[in-house]
């Protein structure tokens, strides 16, 4: 192998730790920041109950589409470490072609999630704005 090459493989290599490492955080991060956001809406009295109620299923949304996000990743790193277990054992182009097709189809699947999780948690946190502004009367 040249050293290009050599350089090449380790950098993919490289490149894939720090992508599933930051999509890790990430989704950790959407969980944490919808479940505070749930926590704090359970602590809201009755005038506003009915717009919490609304909130809470935004901030739930948002932290169920976080937690699909980590089990997508986990499937996204399995299939890649499938393929590239296909290609060192030299399975042939049969098995790497149908374990390549698996990684790359849940790519999509991890940004998707975590998108969904965060238009959960801003849809929620705008409607509980909006709510309480409405709560607190005209401006004076």
């Excluded at 890790?24 to 959407?30: H, I, T, V």
């Excluded at 749930?38 to 901030?59: D, E, H, K, Q, R």
């Excluded at 054992?89 to 049969?94: A, E, L, S, V």
């Excluded at 999630?113 to 959960?120: D, P």
Aim: hydrophobic content about 55%; aromatic content about 10%; overall charge neutral.
């Amino acid at each position: 192998m040249s050293a290009d090459e050599e350089f090449a493989r380790t950098r993919s290599h490289q490149d894939a730790k720090v992508a599933t490492e930051l999509a890790r955080a990430a989704a950790w991060a959407a969980i944490l920041l919808n479940g505070g956001a749930c926590a704090a809406v359970l602590m809201v009295g009755p005038p506003m109950a009915g717009i919490a109620s609304f909130a809470l299923a935004g901030y739930a949304l948002g932290a169920f589409f976080a937690a699909l996000m980590l089990f997508a990743l986990f499937q996204w790193i399995e299939g890649w470490n499938l393929h590239w277990e296909a290609i060192a054992r030299g399975q042939g182009k049969q098995a790497t072609d149908r374990t390549h097709a698996r990684a790359t189809k849940l790519g999509p699947a991890v940004s998707i999630c975590f998108a969904l999780s965060m238009l959960g948690f801003l849809a929620a946190s705008a409607g509980l704005v909006h709510g309480m502004m409405g709560l607190a009367g005209p401006p004076t």
